[in-house]
């Protein structure tokens, strides 16, 4: 059983970059066909995937994010972080990390209610303001 708690600031000024963490537990981050993924929720819209990485840390993103994402890991902590450069109040959502096991790409960046993740974390509310 895996278990992912995010963390990072909960408020954030416009044009700053935002960091956030999730911590996995349960399983190596690097075990085979684990997909750790970044997804978030804009008040009153739905779910955007963001962007995944993989257990070979080879990375995938949304294209209309692409160039202001950036996730990474570190699997001596077991972690895996995104990076959203230039925030702006659009940006203010849940940010939620998940995984999602399979040996078919096609299914990680087609993803699209919580239930079709295999671990979910419980979300981190980012803002967007001076």
């Known amino acids: 059983q895996v278990q992912l708690r995010e963390s990072g600031p909960g408020l954030v000024k416009p044009s700053q970059t935002l960091s956030l963490t999730c911590t996995a537990s349960?399983?190596?981050?690097?075990?085979?066909?684990?997909?750790w993924i970044w997804v978030r929720q804009p008040p009153g819209k739905g779910l955007e995937w963001m962007g995944a990485?993989?257990?070979?840390?080879?990375?995938y993103y949304n294209p209309s994010l692409k160039s202001r994402t950036s996730i990474s890991r570190d699997t001596a902590k077991n972690q895996f972080t995104l990076q959203l450069t230039s925030l702006s109040p659009e940006d203010a959502a849940v940010y939620y990390c998940?995984?999602?096991?399979?040996?078919?790409?096609?299914?990680?960046?087609?993803?699209?209610?919580?239930?079709?993740?295999?671990?979910w974390g419980q979300g981190t509310q980012v803002t967007v303001a001076p």
């Open positions: 349960g399983e190596p981050i690097t075990n085979t066909y684990y997909y």
């Open positions: 990485i993989a257990y070979s840390g080879r990375t």
């Open positions: 998940g995984a999602r096991i399979t040996s078919l790409l096609e299914v990680v960046t087609t993803l699209k209610g919580p239930n079709e993740y295999d671990y």
